[in-house]
């Protein structure tokens, strides 16, 4: 059975990287999570995202969600805000996309053209 | 939507966008019923309000944005002979206890049930997005059993500097739900 004092030791082990990475979040995963992202499968992407960044500790980069983008039909949505360059919109994303994503874009620098929105229009 | 878990993920991001500090997600099942309870503390809706958000085609209104979050749900519910209700009372109309109560019920073993689904990732998702709102879930199961997770437990056992969308805290709540579930 999980248990409370697990967190207790989490709490402990995470103390000194908390600080760390606050400092570090430069680049926002945002996932389109409103109705049409949901229906059209956002969640198993989002969930994606978390654990891909974690596993590949990709330290700058941190995950949250937003409302509908405006376009439904493109759903599930996700878009890559960094410092001052252009964002970048993936459309139609499905969770195996997500570590190439992570790896090669977040980690390595270069979006994935064949994901974009402009691929797609 | 193809699980009545991903409904839930959908109808809870309005009580995050109400403002709500607690938000209780009460699932009570037995062979042949479910009953899904989504409860806020949030801002609130106005009767009129209330009423347009749960049929949007009924209103010529356009200062407001309707979504289909609502009667979606509401039609999964009404497909198995069950209902959709809500309550809600706004600050000015009740100060002390304010919030919405959205509560759906099924027929499980209606042709048309959409079956609940992954609710353990719909449950993470919501931390993960709103590591600062308080959720409550309880699932009481055909068996008796109840599964329960509580973020105002976790949050008290971390203390403050560890944020509940830590990786490591949504690894330690999806093993605890999966692990209460059998799963």
Redesign the interface.
Known sequence: ??S?????A??N???DK?ALRENNGDIRIVVG???CG??AGA??V??AF??E??KQHAENAT???T?CIGMCRLEPIVEVFEGNKERVTYVKVKPAMVPRIVKEHILGGRPITEYTIGAAE | ?KELS?NI??IV?NSVSAEASLIKVLLTETDETLRITIEDDGRGMTPDFLQTVVDPFSTTRKTRKV???IP?FKLAAEQTGGELTITSKTREMSPEDHGTVISAFFYKNHMDFTPLG?VV??L??LI??CPDVDFLFEHELPDGKTVHLDTR??R????D???LN?????E?AR??LL?QYGL
């Open positions: 059975m999980k409370l004092e697990e967190l207790a989490i709490r082990k995470m103390k908390v999570m409103a109705t949901i229906a969640r198993p989002l969930n978390v654990e960044v974690s995950v949250t969600q409302g | 939507m991903l993920l959908d991001q979504g289909m979050g979606l992954d990732s719909t993470i998702s993960q997005g437990e976790m008290e056992a971390l203390g500097e560890i944020p830590s990786f490591e805290v949504l330690w093993e605890s692990e």
